[in-house]
């Protein structure tokens, strides 16, 4: 074989020539997003603890998709003998027919498929896949969270409630497209119940829904546009705040409330855990875990369990997802219509979700005769503590004397249990 040859057949293995054939250009964008999240976690610290090992599954499966899953074909073409191909994704009749495979029109037409061979990062999503890393990460932040706050001001509970509305509004939203008829928006509720849950920014409850009620190819949409929202908190909550209320509303000093007494700390998750569970029995994964991780902190008895929940446990499967959600944002399945419809109903239910909470703080703080800022009602999302913290900053920015991050925290603590029963509603429902 000449040197030319074979300085041909190495440039034909390498990456680069792939991102110049068919849909390759697809995987090069993909690229280009992943280092977009690298910039926004490392220069700007927008959760870089999610978005670091995410961007790097991007890069990863973009790059090298057989690091994912490869699956093979088996179909007969038009003589009658056997064929394979293989392919990275689950295929659907338009990839068949990007494939020029004649023969096939549908996908009802393939004889078999068989999953070849997982990667590394296939590996890896099988977390995923049996709803682990969602589970395990909520005992890590049970044992992370102080639910203080809330315990001893119960009724900012109502504003976590409210901001709920966001994941519901999204849902009927996602419901509504798919009714105009237009094959690209074509959504099923299932669908529809994933993307709802982007309103309650809780990432590992969207990733669990979408994995149990959406299409497949619509999961990395879902999760991407879950964690890139909380992220984002410090950008879309305070032009919200600032709109809805006055500068005399952000300057509302709250009194600090009674301290929650031990007692109540360890009654609260178990409290919660069965009234919940008990009601709504779909969420008792997330709320169970959830609760689980709470009880072990508040029993102040088991220490080595608390430090390894809320350390090694959380931070491990934190980067086990990271990079499992990111490896399935290949360009060839997550560039489309849907994908970006997705995030744009992710955006609305989050907005409509700030807005809820903020305007159910407008009422509790005319109903207390100005003792709530309405503020807090923001942070009844679920990204804790991104959140309470940016309700924080703003208060701080209107009086440096005014603390507001405790007060903000019953919200925010309140909207993690509301996204977790919220999705098991949505499964009860749809499942």
């Not at 855990?273 to 689980?292: A, E, N, Q």
């Amino acid at each position: 074989m000449k040197l030319w040859d074979l300085i041909i057949n190495f440039l034909n293995s390498t990456g680069i020539v792939d991102f110049f054939v068919g849909s390759g250009w697809m995987n090069l964008v993909m690229i280009f997003i992943g280092l977009v999240f690298l910039f926004l976690a490392i220069k700007k610290g927008f959760e870089p603890y999610l978005l670091i090992p995410i961007a790097v599954g991007i890069i990863l499966v973009n790059i090298n998709p057989s690091v994912y899953i490869t699956y093979t074909y088996s179909y007969q073409d038009t003589s009658g003998l056997m064929q394979t191909f293989t392919s990275n994704s689950k295929l659907t009749a338009s990839a068949i027919e990007a494939m020029n495979l004649a023969t096939l029109s549908t996908t009802e037409q393939i004889l078999e498929s068989v999953e070849l061979e997982r990667g590394l990062l296939g590996v890896l999503h099988l977390g995923v896949e049996y709803e682990l890393y969602p589970c395990l990460i909520f005992i890590g932040i049970g044992a992370t969270t102080d639910f203080g706050p809330l315990i001893s001001n119960k009724k900012t509970m109502l504003l976590g409630a409210a901001a709920q509305i966001g994941i519901f509004a999204a849902f009927l939203g996602a419901l509504a497209l798919a009714k105009t008829g237009i094959p690209a928006l074509n959504f099923t509720v299932g669908d529809a119940a994933g993307i709802g849950i982007i309103g309650g920014a809780d990432g590992p409850t969207a990733i669990l829904v979408s994995n149990k009620l959406a299409s497949p190819e619509l999961t990395a949409g879902i999760a991407l546009a879950a964690y890139s929202y909380m992220a984002l908190v410090p950008i879309i909550f305070p032009p919200i705040i600032n709109l809805l209320t006055t500068k005399e509303e952000r300057q509302i000093k709250m009194e600090s409330p009674k301290e929650a007494t031990k007692k109540e700390r360890i009654l609260f998750p178990i409290i919660v855990t069965l009234v919940c569970c008990i009601i709504v029995p779909s969420c008792t994964p997330l709320i169970g875990c959830l609760m689980f991780g709470n009880l072990i902190k508040e029993s102040g008895v088991v220490p080595n369990l608390v430090h390894t929940a809320s350390n090694a446990l959380l931070y491990i499967c934190t980067i086990c997802l990271g990079l499992s959600v990111g490896a399935t944002a290949l360009g060839t399945t997550f560039l489309q219509l849907k994908t970006l419809m997705i995030f744009a109903l992710g955006i609305a239910a989050f907005i409509i979700a700030a807005i809820c909470g903020i305007l159910g703080g407008k009422v509790m703080c005319k109903v207390t005769k100005g003792k709530v800022n309405p503020m807090i009602g923001a942070a009844g999302v679920s990204a804790v503590p991104m959140a309470a913290r940016v309700v924080h900053k703003i208060g701080q920015k209107e009086d440096p004397d005014n603390f507001l991050l405790m007060h903000a925290m019953g919200p925010n603590v309140a909207g993690v249990i509301g996204s977790a029963v919220a999705a098991g509603i949505l499964l009860s429902m749809i499942g």
